[in-house]
């Protein structure tokens, strides 16, 4: 299973009342996907806009320079993430979403707003 | 970090266009837990209405009867299940979602729509 380069047009309207239950593969894809280890805040800091590794390593506290070599070379092997490397000195590698990355900006917004009304930071 | 009995009412529009990459605790919390292995397939049947192990072990399809009771145990610690033991023979168990599960389903329908559109079943 992999993410499309172009999306499907929707044929009727989003609704999934007429089946919630039924078991769909894409639906599980999707969000094991994003919430992979690390990889939904990788995500949120680029929904902002395209940032440099060290920036990413930045925003995300506990986050291992590893780590997240990995997460960005799934993301960019699943099409979310482009790498771009500038040919000036000092290298300057950046991530940005591509169009399909930028299109889970909405479920990043969804998850945000439940959160901050249903998790408590309290241990 | 855990999930609240009831929620925190948002004093203001949802809005995270403020400071959309600065690192959010909660935000990573609840996407990791939904993005849990199986967690997401057993919520999706879930929103559709109360239902007992073996329904739920019948409805997503290479799942064990050993991880299925691991995430249920999990989804009710976290307060999105309820479990209830019917007193009658045979005695039927059931699972439901809480108030906090139950408002998880903008989200998974929010993910549905954009796996329609963005992931793909061929391999």
């Known amino acids: 299973m992999h993410l499309r380069e172009t999306p499907v047009q929707p044929v009727r309207p989003a609704d999934h ?4 239950s039924a078991f769909c593969p ?3 894809y999707a969000i094991e996907l994003i919430g992979r280890r ?7 800091v680029l929904v902002a806009g395209p940032a440099r590794f060290n920036e ?18 799934e993301l960019e092997r699943e ?3 482009t790498r771009t490397v ?12 591509t169009d399909c990355g ?7 917004c969804t998850i945000g707003t439940w ?3 249903w998790v408590d930071v309290k241990t």
């Open 17 to 20: 009342s007429d089946q919630p």
């Open 26 to 28: 894409r639906f599980q």
């Open 38 to 44: 690390w990889v939904g805040a990788v995500l949120r």
């Open 56 to 73: 990413l390593l930045a925003a995300v506290p506990n986050l291992s320079d590893r780590l997240l070599t990995e997460r960005l070379r």
């Open 79 to 81: 099409g979310l993430v």
């Open 86 to 97: 500038s040919p000036d000195r000092p290298i300057r590698v950046t991530y940005e979403l």
């Open 102 to 108: 930028r299109s889970l900006s909405e479920i990043i």
């Open 115 to 117: 959160s901050e009304r």
